[in-house]
C-alpha cells in the first residue's frame, strides 16, 4: 500500500488541526528525551552485567520459604 505526497499532507493537515502545532512539538521533545534515557540506561547496564552474575548462585530462588500455599478447609459434610 503506497501513499502519495498528497495523501500524506492531508493527513499530516488533519493532524495538526486536531492537536496543534504546540501538542506536536512538546509530544516529539518527549519521544527524544525517552529515547535518550533508554539509550543512556542500556549504555549503564552493559556494565553491571558481569557483577550481576557473579552473585547469582545455581539453583537459589529469591522468594521467601516462610509463604506456603494455600490451604482448602475440608466442609463439614456431616450435618
Known sequence: MH???MQLA??????IL???????RNVGSDVG?????FRSAMKEGQGDTKEHDE?????????????APYKFKKKDSAK
Open 3 to 5: 501513499f502519495s505526497v
Open 10 to 15: 492531508l493527513i499530516l493537515g488533519i493532524i
Open 18 to 24: 486536531l492537536f496543534g502545532t504546540k501538542k506536536l
Open 33 to 37: 528525551g525517552a529515547i535518550r534515557n
Open 55 to 67: 552473585h547469582v548462585i545455581e539453583g537459589e530462588t529469591t522468594t521467601s520459604s516462610s509463604s
